[in-house]
């Protein structure tokens, strides 16, 4: 266990939180050409409440078959922590937001803290704002 500023002495042992088992907690992965296309998806998704976080990470290589060669890109991941009940939502919105012909959209069921997966139900659920653009 860390004993540090990030981690308060009393803390619980991470290993020792309760885990949910639902299947309505949900992740979506995706990439993206450029970081700031990546973090425009990640900022419409969460403020429209398809997401309750969207972590960028990057830049990442991604190596992958097209028009029958290899090819080899500069990407960006993006990764939205939702729920089942708006997964298809959020899906869509995501493939709003792409320029790609064929996006990466991965979506997996996750197994998360009891508090981790109340704060992304109830971010989620608040009441959902439409989209910057009103799409």
């Not at 009891?114 to 439409?130: F, N, T």
Request: aromatic share 6%.
């Amino acid at each position: 266990m860390r004993h540090d500023a990030a981690v308060p002495v009393d803390s619980p042992d991470p290993a020792a939180l309760p885990i949910m088992t639902s299947p309505d907690i949900v992740e979506i992965r995706t990439t993206f050409s450029t970081r700031a296309a990546a973090v425009a998806c990640a900022e419409r998704l969460v403020t429209a409440g398809l997401a309750a976080c969207v972590q960028v990470d990057g830049p990442i290589t991604s190596v992958y078959r097209w028009g029958g060669g290899v090819e080899t890109a500069e990407e960006w991941r993006c990764v939205c922590k939702t729920t089942a009940a708006v997964r298809d939502a959020c899906l869509e919105e995501v493939s709003s937001c792409h320029a790609y012909q064929t996006p990466e959209l991965i979506v997996s069921d996750v197994a998360a803290s009891m508090a981790y997966g109340d704060w992304v139900r109830a971010s989620v659920s608040a009441e959902r704002q439409p989209p910057a653009d009103g799409s």
